[in-house]
Structures are given as structure tokens and as C-alpha cells.
């Protein structure tokens, strides 16, 4: 089973994760924001990745610390599992509707981060999450984890839908991602032999 376990304590959050990207979409997910916490069990439940969150943070100021370091910790336990990344297929994608909402998100376990985010809302909170923290919790996972991420939101009138859409367009193509490819079992998807910053 390929997994990883990561805690992290700062003086505005308090915080645990633990994956296992061969699971079966168990989830077990607490950050005190309710919305965050929807998303994060879409997330695991489409991706197959069994996913345990328990979160303490500043909330009385506001949901950026919370939102941003959940990331990193989901983000790092994933890095954590894939350790050098030897035989996962590595690129993934997906077209993901909810409703009206279609959106697009494509991965490459490249280990070299970066988040292309093309989302927009029409209003600036879902329940009492910012919706601008939404690019903060994408941008501290793909970071952490090591992922070249592309969002994009190609129509959608409901907020709702189309940041849920994004979340499972993300489980979905990161389940294609890290899958393992049995035509190259133990080998390093890059012609370098190794995927790290450079490669």
C-alpha cells in the first residue's frame, strides 16, 4: 500500500493527514469548515484515495490559514506516497459535469509544481468560504504534492457545481495519475530516470 502520514503545527493551525492512494475512497475528513470539508470528501471518494483530515485552526480570524496549510499536509502526505515515483502512469485527466457545470483538470505527477487556474465565480462566498480560497487550497496541494495541475472551468452558471466539478475533475484525473502501469512496472515515467525539479 502506498501511503503517507503528515502532521503540521504552526501558531495558526494544527493539523494531520494520512493517504492511501490504494484505497477505496474511505474518507474521514474534519477542518472546521464545512464546505472545505464537502470537497475534500468528493475528493477522496472519486479518487480512490482513502483520506483521514483532522484540522485545528484560526478560524475566529478567518479560513485562509485552515484552507491553505490542509492543502499542503494533503499535499505532502500524497508526495509521501508516491515516493519516487516509479511506475505510476504519471499523466491524467478529466472532463467532469455537474449539471450545467463542465469543467476540465489534467495532472502530471511531474514533481514539478505548478497550477494553471482558469475559475471564476459570481459570488464571493459558498456557505462561509471565500470562494477565492478555493485557488489557495488548489495551489498549496499541487505544490506539496509535486503536480502540474491545469483547472479550468469551461461553463457553469451554479458556483456550487462548478467548484465541486473542479474538486472531483481533480480526484479523477489524479486516480488516472497515479495509477500503476503494469507495462512499466519499477521504472521512472522520464526519459531522465528520475522525476524531481529538473526533470
Excluded at 17 to 29: Q, Y
Amino acid at each position: 500500500m502506498r501511503q503517507g502520514s503528515v502532521e503540521r503545527k504552526t501558531n495558526e493551525t494544527n493539523i494531520s493527514g494520512k493517504v492511501n492512494l490504494d484505497g477505496t475512497g474511505i474518507f474521514e475528513v474534519s477542518s472546521g469548515i464545512g464546505f472545505l470539508d464537502h470537497m475534500l470528501e468528493q475528493f477522496s471518494r472519486h479518487s480512490l484515495i482513502d483520506l483521514k483530515v483532522k484540522a485545528d485552526g484560526d478560524l475566529h480570524i478567518d479560513f485562509h490559514h485552515t484552507t491553505e496549510d490542509t492543502g499542503i499536509v494533503i499535499g505532502e502526505a500524497v508526495n509521501a506516497a508516491l515516493g519516487d515515483r516509479a511506475g505510476i502512469t504519471r499523466y491524467g485527466s478529466a472532463l467532469v459535469p455537474l449539471d450545467e457545470a463542465l469543467t476540465r483538470v489534467v495532472v502530471d505527477c511531474s514533481n514539478r509544481p505548478y497550477l494553471i487556474w482558469k475559475v471564476g465565480f459570481s459570488c464571493n462566498k459558498l456557505g462561509k468560504m471565500d470562494t477565492e480560497l478555493f485557488k489557495e487550497w488548489f495551489q498549496a496541494f499541487s505544490q506539496a504534492a509535486g503536480l502540474t495541475v491545469h483547472v479550468e472551468n469551461l461553463y457553469g452558471e451554479n458556483n456550487h457545481h462548478i467548484i465541486e466539478s473542479a474538486y472531483k475533475g481533480l480526484a479523477r484525473a489524479l486516480r488516472q495519475a497515479v495509477s500503476l502501469d503494469e507495462r512499466s512496472a519499477g521504472v521512472i515515467p522520464s526519459t531522465k530516470g528520475v522525476l524531481s525539479g529538473t526533470s
